[in-house]
Nanobody, 121 residues
């Protein structure tokens, strides 16, 4: 099983930006679609964005479309989430996830431990 480690979370003011990273170890991720989820305080985990194995296809939740960008560097075995124009509603623990397949199917086989993002108003 792959180990996923997120980083880049922190405290930011509304309107600011953060870039999250998800580094993998244990196996290459070049054959897996990858995704970001988040869990706001007191709420359930929700889908944020996903990317196919090659990076050719990306998918976004409506709430982040146009503000967040998912990307990947297979040579570095790393996936990124660039978050711009952040609002307090983006406050959550953000999780990286690996799909079983190379295109996004929502069939998660590995989760990271999460990184906290707090957006102040």
């Amino acid at each position: 099983q792959v180990q996923l480690v997120e980083s880049g979370g922190g405290l930011v003011q509304a309107g600011g930006s953060l870039r999250l990273s998800c580094a993998a170890s244990g196996r290459t991720l070049s054959s897996n679609a990858m995704a970001w989820f988040r869990q706001p305080p007191g709420k359930g985990r929700e889908f944020v964005a996903a990317i196919s194995w090659s990076g050719a296809r990306t998918y976004y939740a409506d709430s982040v479309k146009g503000r967040f960008t998912i990307s990947r560097d297979n040579a570095k075995n790393t996936v990124y989430l660039q978050m711009n124009s952040l609002t307090p509603e983006d406050t959550a623990v953000y999780y990286c996830a690996a799909d079983e397949t190379n295109t996004w199917r929502g069939r998660i086989d590995s989760w990271g431990q999460g990184t906290r993002v707090t957006v102040s108003s």
